[in-house]
């Protein structure tokens, strides 16, 4: 049949005539330890702790006799701390995922701590600024930002990209799901009659 792909485990022959198997040219993922990867463990095991200490403040009502507003919080939480946990064994063990052929990654290449504390920054920024000028625009910036550490070229593309999927998502949770997300003074009066 002319359209199949070759069996990987047959033997080719390259341009100097010599044999080698599909398997044998797959590079193998490098041994170690990624300071990369436990980064992600010890920031992932950390939201599953934060996750599960704060579920413990959600208030109760005396009323509840059913699953109750901390049993989600909880789960959440649990899968998270879970996850670091098995992540974390797998990264001391010195496993490191093999990347995919399409991807041109370098899986030897250093972590970049700049766009790292540049993503970082972005999301305390974030927190800090929904209250001051409104969720929409707060998501914006970051989206910005996180678009620029992440090797985005240009300004307008980075900001409008994300001023639209934040505004379009404030609507949809504020005036159909009634969730209270601070707006920003502009986009409450423009949207009043929603």
Do not use: Q
Not at 183 to 192: H, K, M, N, P, Q
């Amino acid at each position: 049949m002319s359209g199949a792909a070759p069996d990987p485990d047959v033997s080719t022959t390259d341009a100097t005539g010599a044999h080698a198997s599909a398997a044998s040219r797959a590079p193998a993922p490098p041994a170690g330890i990624s300071r990369g990867e436990l980064a992600m463990v010890v920031l992932l095991g950390a939201l599953g702790l934060y996750l599960l200490l704060d579920a413990a403040n959600i208030a109760v009502p005396g009323s509840s006799n059913t699953i109750g507003p901390r049993f989600f919080p909880y789960l959440v939480g649990g899968v998270v701390l879970a996850t670091a946990l098995a992540l974390g064994f797998r990264v001391l063990r010195g496993d490191r995922g093999p990347a995919d052929e399409s991807e041109d990654v370098d899986p030897d290449a250093p972590t970049s701590w700049p766009s790292v504390g540049i993503i970082v920054v972005a999301f305390l920024g974030h927190a800090l600024l929904i209250n001051v000028i409104g969720w929409p625009l707060a998501v914006t910036l970051m989206f910005a930002l996180v678009a620029w550490a992440l090797g985005a070229r240009g300004v307008v593309r980075p900001l409008l990209a994300g001023g639209v999927l934040s505004v379009f998502v404030w609507i949809v949770f504020v005036k159909a799901l009634n969730v209270a997300l601070p707006g920003g003074t502009l986009l409450e009066l423009a949207t009043g009659w929603l």
